[in-house]
């Protein structure tokens, strides 16, 4: 009997192991797909509960969805949580984006360098800043500050611990999709927060965003707490 010949063999036919060989096979693979039961997918373990990009990916039509759910929390077993706050009723958000430019000059006898200005309704009120930094991000952190301490002196008390930037498909070249991950802290907490764009000023303005936002968030939680 011949030896078949794969490039790929992916072992087990769930979620993960599917997409898998889907996306091996796509880009020309000779793919195997192996699953221990007889019947691929099965067992299937749903509860009932679907995040939208799937319902798009596989055209699922409307007629099944029962309810929608537009947020939530997720805790995980360290004691870490990420909450998606922005969609519920009574959030208030304690700031909001108008608009923000980034400038990135490379200039005889002072090198590279950013600026950066931003544009921030903060309860009503339009905050203008400008900073500089070495990079884009690092203007963009520092005319956030600049806007938001004022009002938020806890910001004093954020430090980002962690910068990760990651190519999600590379075969799209210098169009590929940047995912950005930030970890902030504070002198008790460590939050972990994520922006995904084309764009990687973007990407990172977005982790950027949310982990001060979470951070504002949490300490605003907290005091309440204390009250
Ligand atoms: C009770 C329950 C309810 C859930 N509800 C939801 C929900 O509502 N919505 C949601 O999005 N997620 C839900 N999940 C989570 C979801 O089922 C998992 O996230 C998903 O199945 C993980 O996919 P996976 O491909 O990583 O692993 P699995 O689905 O576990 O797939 C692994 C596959 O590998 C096969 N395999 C293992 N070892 C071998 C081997 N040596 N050789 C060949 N094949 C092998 C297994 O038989 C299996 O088919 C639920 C999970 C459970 C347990």
């Keep these: 009997m011949p030896r078949p010949d794969f490039d790929v063999i992916v072992a087990g036919a769930g979620p993960a192991g599917g997409m898998a060989a889907r996306t091996a096979a796509a880009v020309g ?8 039961h007889e019947q691929p997918g099965l067992p299937a373990h749903c509860s009932g509960k679907l995040q939208l990009h799937a319902f ?8 099944l969805v029962m309810n929608t759910l537009r947020a939530g929390a997720f ?18 958000p304690p700031f909001e984006l108008v608009d923000y430019v980034v400038t990135v000059q490379n200039r005889q006898g002072r090198g590279t360098f950013a600026e950066a200005n931003v544009k921030i309704n903060i309860k009503g009120e339009i905050v203008h800043t400008a900073a500089e930094g070495n990079g884009p991000v690092n203007a963009l952190d520092a005319a956030l500050r600049k806007a938001l301490t004022p009002l938020y002196p806890q910001m004093n008390e954020f430090h980002l611990s962690d910068y990760k930037v990651r190519i999600l498909d590379g075969r799209n070249g210098t169009a590929a999709t940047t995912r950005v ?4 802290r504070n ?18 303005w977005q982790a950027l965003l949310d982990s001060v936002e979470y951070g504002l ?3 605003k939680e907290e005091a309440e707490a204390h009250v």
């Design 56 to 63: 798009r990916e596989f055209d699922l039509p409307a007629s």
């Design 75 to 92: 805790y995980s077993p360290g004691g870490a949580v990420f909450r998606v706050r922005r969609e519920e009723a009574d959030y208030q």
């Design 181 to 184: 991950l930030i970890d902030t």
């Design 217 to 219: 968030w949490e300490a």
């Design 187 to 204: 002198s008790h907490h460590q939050w972990g927060t994520v922006g995904a764009s084309t764009n990687i000023i973007e990407a990172s």
């Design 29 to 36: 693979l000779r793919t195997a797909l192996v699953e221990e």
